[in-house]
């Protein structure tokens, strides 16, 4: 049985017959697990029939983008601070005008 097909949990979880949101990030998100985590969230909203749950997954959506935030923004500030210069030699920078 593949496991599409069962349903592990509560009602919510219930995609009645629309794609899972597993294969979406699988798709078109590289299997990013933060950007996943975050779209669960914000697909479950209203779904588990209480305002307040349907606050709280829309907060845990917002943590989990501050925390892809974070890391990008680590990763521009780890490649913005990269010494390039054993990766050249001092010809390389040379341009003929002619």
């Known amino acids: 049985m593949s496991a ?10 219930n995609t009645g017959g ?3 949101h597993w294969d979406l ?12 985590a975050a779209t669960k969230y914000i697909f479950r909203f ?15 959506a917002i943590h989990f983008i501050q925390k892809k935030i974070e890391m990008t923004q680590n990763e521009i500030n780890q490649f913005a601070f990269k010494d390039y210069s054993d990766d050249c030699d001092a010809t390389s920078a040379y341009v003929n005008q002619d």
């Open 25 to 36: 990030v699988y798709e078109y998100l590289d299997g990013d697990y933060l950007l996943g």
């Open 18 to 20: 629309k794609p899972q």
């Open 46 to 60: 209203g779904k588990k029939g209480d305002k307040h749950k349907s606050i709280e997954d829309l907060n845990k």
């Open 4 to 13: 599409n097909n069962n349903q592990v949990g509560g009602s919510h979880y």
